[in-house]
Structure formats: C-alpha cells, structure tokens
T-cell receptor
Framework: LAKTTQPISMDSYEGQEVNITCSHNNIATNDYITWYQQFPSQGPRFIIQGYKTKVTNEVASLFIPADRKSSTLSLPRVSLSDTAVYYCLVGDNPGNNRKLIWGLGTSLAVNP | EAQVTQNPRYLITVTGKKLTVTCSQNMNHEYMSWYRQDPGLGLRQIYYSMNVEVTDKGDVPEGYKVSRKEKRNFPLILESPSPNQTSLYFC???????????FGPGTRLTVT
C-alpha cells in the first residue's frame, strides 16, 4: 500500500483558492488517487478521484503530474463552510482490493 | 434517498458485554467497510467486504468480527468489548468501479 504524506494543517481566507498537496512516492502503476472531506463528527465525503493529469468536477480539481508521485487538490474560492479535514488516499483497482490507509489528513481552516 | 444507516448512534456499555452495531445501505453496493476514528490516529479500517460472503481484514481487525450474509447489511460485532474499543465508528459502502464511498452518520461507542 502506498503511503501518503500531507501537511497537517493549512490556513486560508474566504474567496481564495486553496491547494493541498499530497505526496505518494511509492504509488504503483495501478493505483488511483482519491480525496475526501470530513467535517467534525461526520463521515468523510468523497470529493474527487483521478489517475493522471487533471480531473475537474463541480467542487474541486485534482492535478496529477506525469510521475504521479504527488497530487494537488485545488479548491476554488473557498468559503467558511470549506473548513474541514481533507484526506488523500491511494489504492489500486477499486474492484480488486479495498484495504485503504487514510492517514491524518490536512486540517483546513478558512477565515473570514 | 440513497443512504447508509447505522444503529445505534450512541452506545455506552461495559467491558465484556457482547454488542452488535448494524449497518445497512440501500444503494445495492457491492463494497462495504467499517472504520474507527480516534483523536490523533485518524480513520482506520477495521474490516471490509467486496461482496456477499466475502470479507477481509483492514488495518485494525483485532477484537472485531463482521459478516456479510446479505448485500445491504454489514454488521460489526464486538464479542467482548474492552475500553480501548471506545471510539467513533463509521460504516461505508461503494460500488466496485470507483473509490467513492458513502459513509454512515457514525456510532459513538463508550466501553467502561
């Protein structure tokens, strides 16, 4: 299982773009990268998933460089409600093996 | 409404008294999983199931049992709970074509 490393915490202000980078140096060829958001005392919520290059949905973008040893979650124009913990996960074929290591995530604080 | 339900939401029990936390999903998902979350340790996977009658150990399976007799249900059994199993527990489900998981509301367990 590929281990991931993220900053423990980040601070931002409303309206700014926030980029959270995750390092996964031992990522395997079949591994996908997935990001989740968690609010206190709630279950995590899926944000985005990608394999390479760039993926965008209505809430975020995921940038994955060619070597795939890192990935960056980009949150455009954050608001106070984006204050949460963000987790980066790496895992291979979702139909194959779902043993997942979550880590401590990045605690994002958005200030007014 | 698509959802994952867990019961009970809160439970206080004593050491050694067997308990079951139920988890049910209505999305016809093949994959289901149990996690525990503790301060400073993050989210850790206990057991997961890729389909009916198929279960496997996660990161911290000791002291827990699971069963998957029906696709929609994945109960977590603590045969002899101990205080170190005091934690916030989450059940999750997902399809096997994506790493997107849907989490339940959580069960806060206290073992005295």
């Amino acid at each position: 299982l590929a281990k991931t490393t993220q900053p423990i915490s980040m601070d931002s202000y409303e309206g700014q773009e926030v980029n959270i980078t995750c390092s996964h140096n031992n990522i395997a060829t079949n591994d996908y990268i997935t990001w989740y958001q968690q609010f206190p005392s709630q279950g995590p919520r899926f944000i985005i998933q990608g394999y390479k290059t760039k993926v965008t949905n209505e809430v975020a973008s995921l940038f994955i460089p060619a070597d795939r040893k890192s990935s960056t979650l980009s949150l455009p124009r954050v608001s106070l409600s984006d204050t949460a913990v963000y987790y980066c996960l790496v895992g291979d074929n979702p139909g194959n093996n779902r043993k997942l290591i979550w880590g401590l995530g990045t605690s994002l604080a958005v200030n007014p | 409404e698509a959802q994952v339900t867990q019961n009970p939401r809160y439970l206080i029990t004593v050491t050694g008294k067997k308990l079951t936390v139920t988890c049910s999903q209505n999305m016809n998902h093949e994959y289901m999983s149990w996690y525990r979350q503790d301060p400073g340790l993050g989210l850790r996977q206990i057991y997961y199931s890729m389909n009916v009658e198929v279960t496997d150990k996660g990161d911290v399976p000791e002291g827990y049992k699971v069963s998957r007799k029906e696709k929609r249900n994945f109960p977590l059994i603590l045969e002899s709970p101990s205080p170190n199993q005091t934690s916030l527990y989450f059940c999750a489900s997902g399809s096997t074509s994506t790493f997107e998981q849907y989490f339940g509301p959580g069960t806060r367990l206290t073992v005295t």
